[in-house]
């Protein structure tokens, strides 16, 4: 049993998987979640477990080279748009309509419990060397 990091076996297995370029949806409970992408839902309860702990566990596991994330997140939800400021500051925003039709093409989608409006976003993979 691993005894740190990401204890979900099947995020775990996820994210062992991924490779260079390839994208991970992270996503508030209500994004429409594409056919295609392998689907890690963690959604518990409304909330539970939040966006921002889902991508904080992530980011301490992944290489991330690039970011995507709806332009409306920035007056729908303060809170996660200066987040994902704070993580990415060279954060690429798109319309919320363009994000799920590049969601389409993500590799991983992980569904978190959050509630909040717009609490998404697309990563891409990068290399450690």
Do not use: W
């Not at 998987?17 to 508030?28: A, I, N, Q, R």
Request: hydrophobic residues 50%; glycine residues 12%.
């Amino acid at each position: 049993m691993k005894k740190a990091g990401i204890l979900n076996r099947h995020l775990s297995g996820a994210l062992a998987e991924l490779g260079h370029g390839d994208g991970v949806l992270v996503c508030d409970a209500g994004m429409p979640i594409p056919d295609g992408p392998r689907v890690v839902d963690l959604a518990f309860r409304a909330g539970v477990p939040s966006f921002a702990t889902v991508l904080d566990g992530l980011l301490a596991e992944l290489v991330v080279e690039g970011a995507t994330a709806a332009a409306e997140v920035q007056d729908a939800n303060p809170g996660a748009a200066a987040l994902l400021k704070g993580e990415f500051p060279q954060l690429e925003l798109v319309s919320h309509e363009r994000l799920k039709e590049l969601s389409a093409g993500a590799r991983l989608v992980v569904r978190t419990g959050e509630a909040r409006p717009y609490a998404n976003v697309l990563l891409r993979c990068g290399v450690f060397f």
